[in-house]
């Protein structure tokens, strides 16, 4: 008998911008102290979680860069939101961090998608298959050249031209990717 099913190789990922969208925007956040997770957080995440996605984060952090904090620091603040959804059987494949100045001109500050392709390199994710969530434009061109569909949360920034959808909230992010789910 032959199996109607596609088998995709690739995996189906959400990608998260960090500030902003997970968390509350802190200019220069450099104290773990000073983390507020977004109020839908925990509910977004069961969502998604239950809809057989996985999960990874991606951020600037140019605070690295103009000697504001350590690496050390950031994986602390990281570690805050990834400890707090670990308590309900939350995991992320992965968090990757630019810690470069905006002028350094590396390939892995967004919209670069340096770490994109590693994530694709490394944990097989597929971008047909899978989501950019930010706040930023910056977000949404990366998400759009990674191949991802894009979803820009409502935060301090302009609507983007690059989001396929805009989202007054996480939650509302994550149920719209739940229509999309083929
Ligand atoms: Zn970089």
Same mark, same amino acid.
């Given at each position: ?7 995709? %190789? &690739? #995996? =189906?990922?959400?990608? @998260? ?11 220069? /956040? ?17 969502? %998604? &979680? #239950? =809809?057989?996605?996985? @999960? ?11 000697? /504001? ?24 494949? @992965? ?88």
């Amino acid at each position: 008998m032959i199996s109607k099913r596609v088998y995709k %190789l &690739g #995996k =189906a990922f959400v990608l @998260f911008d960090r500030d902003g969208t997970l968390i509350e925007h802190v200019h220069h /956040l450099t104290d773990p102290g000073l983390v507020k997770f977004k109020p839908d957080l925990q509910t977004s995440f069961q969502l %998604l &979680g #239950k =809809a057989g996605y996985r @999960f990874g984060i991606i951020t600037n952090q140019s605070v690295v860069g103009r000697g /504001l904090a350590t690496e050390t620091v950031i994986n602390k603040i990281n570690a805050r939101i990834s400890d707090f959804l670990m308590s309900f059987e939350i995991v992320f494949d @992965f968090v990757y961090v630019c810690p470069h100045l905006p002028s350094a001109g590396c390939d892995c500050r967004k919209p670069a998608i340096s770490l994109g392709l590693k994530a694709v390199a490394e944990h097989q994710l597929d971008p047909s298959q899978s989501f950019m969530i930010g706040d930023q434009e910056s977000d949404m061109l990366f998400g759009r050249n990674l191949g991802c569909s894009t979803i820009q949360v409502k935060g301090n920034a302009q609507k983007s031209l690059f989001a396929d959808y805009y989202s007054d909230t996480l939650e509302n992010a994550a149920k719209w990717i739940l229509t999309k789910k083929e």
